[in-house]
């Protein structure tokens, strides 16, 4: 089903304004209230938008890693039940059936490339599948404009970022635990977030507000699911010539000017750089790469093309349970980063 123009002018004002109260979004839409938040429900029942709160990862001392590969499976059931066993460890945020290179793609949250190593033997076990053509690389900072499409020619103030801070963040159980109600239900107020939790509610808001000012929360909005909206959805991943940080940078400022881009991360492995774009046509795509092309041509190596048909887990908190969060490689605390978490 596609998008009506009272759909857009709705998601455009949450790509401007982030999660901001109704009636400053149906201000920015040029909409009565009722009518945003009528249009907000219905996407949110068909599944057309969801809400999400951004949990920075690095603050917590874990790293993505994302593996890339391809399977042996004798029949589609058995492939089917590869994938599913993929999603179900704790420590696994994404997982998407993908076309081109590669079969399937996997995002794992783990302290170390050790620790990492450690899971993906556990999940290809679990698979009981052979693997083959496999690419594994680190995620070292991600920017997010999740409804940048929707609001074509405006740069979006809306971003959610994904990157190290200078001191880690220490966690505690009820850190945990709220950290997995927001991923839960992103928009439940600090009330319902503490009956979830068993804990009271001035808490509650007070281990919020510290997560937030710590970068481990860093924002909250809602993002596309691009099926029901009929958009396409493309990552496009770089080698480059050789590691530059300008050129990093510079690619970062192209992803954030690109109407198509809704996410960029700089990464190191198997590529150096990948984006994340919308399209509704196939031009959409070539006029993205076509302008990769024509402003960096100097120092691509190689631009390659993977799509998503199916993206079967997307979760912001996976784990289940705290000892998931720390597996023996995490390096301790100072004195005064423990201060800084009381």
């Given at each position: ?312 887990k997307r979760v912001e908190y996976p784990?289940?349970?705290?000892s998931a969060l720390f597996l023996g ?14």
């Amino acid at each position: 089903m596609k998008t009506t123009p009272q759909e857009v002018q709705v998601l455009a004002a949450i790509n401007k304004l982030g999660a901001a109260p109704v009636p400053k979004l149906a201000e920015c839409a040029g909409l009565k209230p009722h009518s945003v938040r009528y249009v907000l429900q219905s996407m949110v029942d068909r599944k057309a938008i969801e809400p999400v709160s951004a949990i920075n990862m690095h603050a917590i001392g874990l790293k993505p890693y994302m593996l890339y590969f391809s399977i042996k499976a004798e029949t589609p059931a058995e492939e089917e039940r590869a994938a599913q066993a993929a999603a179900a460890h704790q420590n696994v945020s994404w997982v998407a059936e993908l076309s081109g290179d590669y079969q399937f793609g996997m995002q794992v949250l783990a302290p170390s490339v050790p620790d990492a190593l450690k899971i993906i033997g556990e999940i290809r076990n679990s698979m009981g599948v052979t693997w083959f053509r496999k690419a594994f690389i680190e995620g070292l900072e991600l920017y997010v404009w999740p409804l940048k499409y929707f609001a074509r020619g405006d740069l979006p103030a809306n971003i959610l970022c994904f990157r190290p801070v200078p001191t880690l963040y220490e966690m505690d159980g009820l850190d945990h635990q709220i950290l997995r109600a927001k991923a839960e239900d992103p928009y439940s107020g600090d009330a319902g977030i503490a009956r979830a939790c068993g804990a009271a509610v001035n808490t509650v808001t007070y281990r919020i507000k510290k997560m937030e000012d710590a970068g481990v929360i860093t924002g909250h909005c809602y993002t596309p699911l691009w099926g029901k909206l009929q958009l396409i959805q493309y990552k496009i991943v770089v080698n480059l010539r050789a590691i530059d940080a300008a050129v990093h940078a510079s690619l970062l400022d192209f992803a954030r000017r690109s109407e198509y881009c809704i996410f960029a991360l700089a990464c190191v492995g198997a590529w150096d750089f990948e984006f994340n774009i919308f399209t509704s046509r196939a031009d959409e795509e070539r006029a993205f790469t076509g302008q990769l092309w024509r402003e960096f041509g100097d120092y691509l190596d190689a631009v390659n093309i993977i799509s998503y048909p199916r993206t079967i887990k997307r979760v912001e908190y996976p784990f289940k349970d705290e000892s998931a969060l720390f597996l023996g490689s995490r390096p301790s605390a100072s004195p005064s980063e423990k201060r800084s978490a009381s």
